[in-house]
């Protein structure tokens, strides 16, 4: 009776071992795809955005340069394209390439 209740104990632990072994790339593939998701459903039009929202939302771009994108805006009007960012001191066309699907005008 001992050899049997041992023997259905070390079968249990071993499914429970192994389940999670068998399901952890299933687990991890759909965090991913929900990471990514989020990741490009979040955007800003940097045209009506205060500082808070353009530091918050765009990679690379802190208060002071997302300040900075406000005082150029009411100095020059709105922008046309996410590419004239980088008329902005500070805003290099690195972070405007990391922030593409991002922006919008």
Same mark, same amino acid.
């Given at each position: 009776?001992? %050899?049997?209740?041992?023997? *259905?104990?070390? /079968?249990?632990?071993? $499914?429970?071992?192994?389940?999670?072994?068998?399901?952890a790339d299933n687990v991890l593939v759909d965090n991913t795809d929900?990471?990514?998701?989020?990741?490009?459903?979040?955007?800003?039009?940097?045209?009506? %955005?205060?500082?808070?929202? *353009?530091?918050? /939302?765009?990679?690379? $771009?802190?208060?002071?340069?997302?300040?900075?994108?406000?005082?150029?805006?009411?100095?020059?009007?709105?922008?046309f394209s996410a590419e004239e960012l980088s008329a902005v001191r500070?805003?290099?066309?690195?972070?405007?390439?990391?922030?593409?699907?991002?922006?919008?005008?």
């Amino acid at each position: 009776m001992k %050899a049997r209740n041992l023997f *259905l104990s070390y /079968v249990a632990v071993l $499914a429970v071992c192994w389940s999670n072994v068998l399901f952890a790339d299933n687990v991890l593939v759909d965090n991913t795809d929900q990471v990514e998701s989020v990741q490009s459903e979040v955007i800003v039009n940097v045209n009506q %955005a205060d500082a808070e929202t *353009l530091a918050s /939302v765009l990679t690379g $771009a802190g208060i002071s340069r997302a300040q900075a994108i406000i005082a150029y805006r009411k100095k020059n009007g709105k922008f046309f394209s996410a590419e004239e960012l980088s008329a902005v001191r500070g805003i290099g066309k690195s972070t405007i390439e990391k922030n593409a699907g991002r922006i919008v005008v």
